[in-house]
């Protein structure tokens, strides 16, 4: 029996199916399946793997398809790509069902080698699909939720010697500024109402989260003023229409003093407490607020997360502050450090740290 001939309530009484997004590229079969799918799913249509690349690679958290139907092709590089899905630690989570024209004994191997999720073969039982794609989508985890990133199984393994380095050099640094971080906190406290550090939630080094210390530099309530403040975002849009990173230009919730603290950098020195905690070291990429990690979801750019979260990094000492600076550089720099970041790297970084310190631009 045909879907069309069945309805919704006889499927699955409990949900309303057109909000499971379907994520389809079996052309061979589209004639067959594509109409039949469309009256329960809201389909995703490409043809190619590349296509459903590209696709992922647009998408958020939030907009990630729920189930990716995919077509074995003849060379069996259906198999490569979930390989590659498999390896990053959002989109590993996602049904993958996998379609065949013929039955072979090998394919079945690779699916099961692969931990996908079903295989089906020619003739095509379009109930059973469905029944199936409803059962994964409401038992299983598709999309985490950014308050749960931190349950991700994923780890990174600091290595000892950057440890160690980071306890003695946080710990020596605290001790001896620890006048300047007294008077900076009064000042802070005297000029305008509201704590003296600022803390938000972070995230890290494998989508971990954390609260994220620094001088409080704004106004109470700064936060809530962002949205109506986007025309001075730094990062340019002209590649997708919307940016990831927020970084505003001549910012108006800056108090007089966190102006001055901000252009010398030391409102971030509260963020050695946390590189002695071990939520982050000195250095690495910087951890991000959730609103910009939720962004990062594609599997071109998860890799800034897959290094260390730190206090300074490449793009500290590279492009800070400088106007022209565009989104995809900084990305490209994160995902260059976390593939590449050794000992004489950090020492790199942290020797071109104090020349770029002193901010250029009021960003």
Avoid at 161 to 187: C, E, N, Y
């Amino acid at each position: 029996m045909y879907l069309e001939n069945m309805t919704l309530s006889e499927v699955n009484s409990d949900a309303n199916h057109k909000s499971i997004t379907l994520l389809y590229s079996a052309p061979s079969f589209s004639d067959e399946l594509l109409p039949q799918f469309a009256i329960f799913f809201n389909v995703k249509n490409v043809d190619t793997l590349q296509d459903v690349d590209v696709f992922l690679n647009e998408q958020s958290i939030y907009t990630l398809p729920d189930v990716i139907l995919l077509e074995v092709d003849a060379e069996k590089k259906c198999f490569e790509y979930i390989a590659k899905l498999k390896k990053n630690v959002l989109l590993k989570g996602l049904v993958i069902v996998l379609l065949d024209g013929k039955t072979d004994p090998k394919v079945r191997e690779l699916a099961m080698k692969h931990k996908v999720n079903d295989l089906y073969v020619a003739p095509f039982p379009l109930n059973d699909i469905c029944e199936r794609i409803f059962f994964l989508v409401k038992f299983k985890l598709i999309k985490p939720q950014l308050s749960d990133l931190s349950n991700i199984d994923f780890t990174y393994q600091m290595p000892l010697g950057k440890r160690l380095f980071d306890i003695a050099a946080s710990g020596f640094a605290l001790l001896l500024i620890s006048p300047l971080l007294v008077v900076v906190g009064i000042i802070i406290a005297l000029e305008s109402k509201g704590a003296v550090i600022f803390k938000s939630k972070r995230v890290g080094t494998g989508y971990k989260i954390f609260d994220f210390y620094k001088f409080r530099s704004m106004r109470t309530g700064a936060s809530e003023e962002l949205v109506q403040l986007s025309d001075l975002n730094q990062y340019d849009k002209s590649e997708t229409g919307k940016t990831t990173f927020v970084k505003l230009k001549n910012d108006p919730r800056i108090t007089k003093f966190g102006r001055f603290i901000r252009k010398y950098s030391i409102d971030e020195l509260p963020q050695l407490f946390n590189v002695l905690k071990g939520d982050m070291s000195l250095v690495g990429n910087r951890p991000l607020p959730l609103y910009e990690a939720e962004m990062l979801t594609s599997n071109e750019w998860t890799m800034r997360f897959l290094g260390p979260a730190g206090l300074t990094g490449l793009w500290q000492v590279s492009r800070r502050g400088k106007a022209d600076m565009s989104e995809r550089e900084r990305k490209k720099l994160d995902n260059f450090y976390a593939h590449n970041h050794s000992f004489w790297l950090d020492i790199k970084i942290l020797l071109k740290t104090l020349p770029a310190l002193v901010q250029k631009e009021s960003v």
